[in-house]
């Protein structure tokens, strides 16, 4: 059983920051890559950021320059620094990890999934 939990969502004004987190636990064999992604109310869940296990960053164009992505890979945990938070970032934000357990040893990784949580950009 794997659990990924999110931290760090709120109510920020338009221009602040926040810093997401985001730690996996359980039987976890390897992780191949971890990331974000939102969901507009209405519309399908897209990728904010995403970093391979040896640092590959990947980021969509309307973040680039002010989200920054990075890991604890010793912890098994994910950070989204968001800086320059605008209210079309408002959105519900989940992390992914793509992942193997050990009873999925010799298998393909998985999706596994975050809870979400709410951010919310406003003055």
């Known amino acids: 059983q794997v659990q990924l939990v999110e931290s760090g969502g709120g109510l920020v004004q338009p221009g602040g920051s926040l810093r997401l987190s985001c730690a996996a636990s359980?039987?976890?064999?390897?992780?191949?890559?971890m990331g974000w992604y939102r969901q507009f109310p209405g519309a399908q869940r897209e990728l904010v950021a995403q970093?391979?296990?040896?640092?590959?960053?990947n980021y969509a164009d309307s973040v680039k320059g002010r989200f920054t992505i990075s890991e604890d890979n010793a912890k098994n945990t994910v950070y989204l620094q968001m800086n320059s938070l605008i209210p079309e970032d408002t959105a519900t934000y989940y992390c992914?990890?793509?992942?193997?357990?050990?009873?999925?040893?010799?298998?393909?990784?998985?999706?596994?999934w975050g809870q979400g949580t709410q951010v919310t950009v406003s003055s």
């Open positions: 970093i391979t296990r040896n640092g590959v960053t």
């Open positions: 359980g039987s976890i064999l390897s992780v191949n890559a």
């Open positions: 992914n990890a793509l992942l193997r357990t050990w009873s999925d040893r010799y298998r393909s990784a998985n999706d596994y």
